[in-house]
């Protein structure tokens, strides 16, 4: 999540109600989450209702996810690919830290999707990369990108190779609370977000639109 860009509190507030359905486990995922001090990396409910929406409009059966963190985005997601596809969905979660895949894997639990998610505990670029080796290129139907920002240029470079072409890539915080508007900042992750958004904007390779979710998500099609 970082920040949240652009509603009033009132506006958002409706969109949570009326503009969305939240899974019980997400729901509890998220109030959970709420207490840790980190919470600001989750991302917005109505971020993951959107990713169920376009997995319901691509019939995905095949995802991965860089960055887990307490299991929201990987049980949304799992979901809406089990609600297809059954115990044929899968989704490759990765993160660096196997406390987070441990206390994500209750809520995977819960909700009953724990049989589709593969873990992958380590750098993502290398978990990336041995999918590649294991002749999984040109595998994956979608991919969700929510980690370091300053390895977001490798795994979208990665991303493009597992992702079948229609494949769909969504990589969050690419708004950065605002920061990549702010010509003052040049932390080394909005940089990095700024580098990234000129070159999905320049790739033929793509199509692709920012959307003014959460904060923000882009959305990239592979040719």
């Known amino acids: 999540m970082s920040g949240a ?3 009033r509190d009132d506006v958002k507030a409706y969109v949570q109600t009326w503009g969305m359905r939240e899974h019980p486990t997400l729901t509890r995922c998220r109030a959970e ?5 980190r919470a600001r990396m989750q991302i917005d409910p109505e971020q993951g209702a959107f990713m169920g929406v376009l997995i319901a409009a691509t019939r995905a059966r095949r995802a991965i996810e860089v960055g887990v963190f307490t299991g929201y985005s990987s049980t949304a997601t ?21 406390d987070f895949i441990d206390r994500a894997r209750g809520y995977w639990r819960e909700a009953g999707v724990e049989d589709v998610i593969t873990v992958r505990v380590g ?15 040109a595998a994956f139907d979608l991919m969700f990108i929510d980690a370091d920002k300053t390895g977001y240029d490798t795994y979208y470079e990665l991303g ?32 990095a977000l700024r580098r990234l958004a000129a070159k999905i ?23």
């Open 201 to 223: 904007h320049a790739d033929d390779r793509v199509e692709a639109t920012l959307a003014t979710i959460g904060d923000g998500l882009s959305v990239v099609v592979r040719r």
């Open 5 to 7: 860009i652009g509603l």
């Open 160 to 191: 493009l190779a597992l992702l079948r072409p229609g494949g769909t890539m969504l990589i969050d915080n690419m708004l950065w609370s605002g920061a990549v508007a702010d010509p003052s900042d040049a932390s080394a992750d909005t940089e």
């Open 33 to 37: 989450t709420a207490a840790d001090p």
């Open 78 to 98: 799992a979901l809406a690919l089990k609600a297809i596809h059954g115990g044929h969905a899968e989704l490759v979660a990765c993160d660096l830290s196997a």
């Open 123 to 137: 750098p993502a670029a290398q978990t990336l990369q041995a999918l590649i080796g294991e002749g999984r290129a």
